[in-house]
């Protein structure tokens, strides 16, 4: 990994949640960690019929405003995000390229029990941050549950994967 990293916030308002997210990152990843505006109104993404946002069209919204910034972009919303085959996603990326999308509407573990629990939403959102950075330097799923890359089509899959690359993800990671 040699690009630095920005995070750019989309009607995220938990500013406390985003520090917490940004220290943990710093420890995790050798590349500076940046907070950018892109001033991107997502509201032209938003189905009706679905009541969530289009991730593909945030992505390619966003590519349009970041030309001239030399690194991989996270951008980071608690609306809820859908692609056209599946119900959700938590999140979304460009393999081999510069942008990726998490949304935290799902991580947060009172919209599964009703309970809120900080340190189980950072965790989460950490590992799909992790995991949608990794899409950008060009990794597929792993078949390993213990990596970060592993596939999570639920929320039990994103407690039980693990919060890091395996070895073989990472080394392809590091060469990149």
């Known amino acids: 990994m040699k690009n ?4 750019a916030p989309l009607k995220f308002g938990n500013l406390s949640i985003l520090k ?3 220290n943990r990152l710093k420890k995790l990843l050798w590349e500076r960690i940046n907070f950018i505006q892109l001033g991107l109104d997502i509201e032209s993404a938003y189905s009706e019929a679905r009541a969530q946002y289009f991730s593909t069209q945030i992505i390619a919204d966003a590519s ?3 030309g001239e910034i030399n690194g991989k972009i996270i951008l980071i919303t608690e609306a809820d995000l859908f692609v056209p085959v599946l119900t959700f996603v938590f999140g979304e990326a460009q393999l081999n390229g510069k942008h ?6 799902r991580l947060h ?4 029990s009703g309970t809120g629990n900080d340190e ?3 965790k989460r959102t950490i590992k799909e941050i992790l995991h949608e950075l990794g899409h950008c330097y060009g990794l597929k799923h792993c078949s390993n549950w213990d990596c970060v890359m592993h596939s999570s089509a639920a929320i039990e899959e994103v407690d039980i994967k693990g919060e890091f690359y395996c ?3 990472r080394k392809l990671v590091v060469s990149t």
């Open 20 to 22: 917490e997210i940004e």
């Open 167 to 169: 070895r073989h993800c």
């Open 100 to 105: 990726a999308i998490v949304s935290v509407c």
């Open 4 to 7: 630095e990293i920005y995070i």
């Open 109 to 112: 573990e009172e919209f599964y």
């Open 120 to 122: 189980l939403l950072i």
């Open 64 to 66: 349009k405003l970041t």
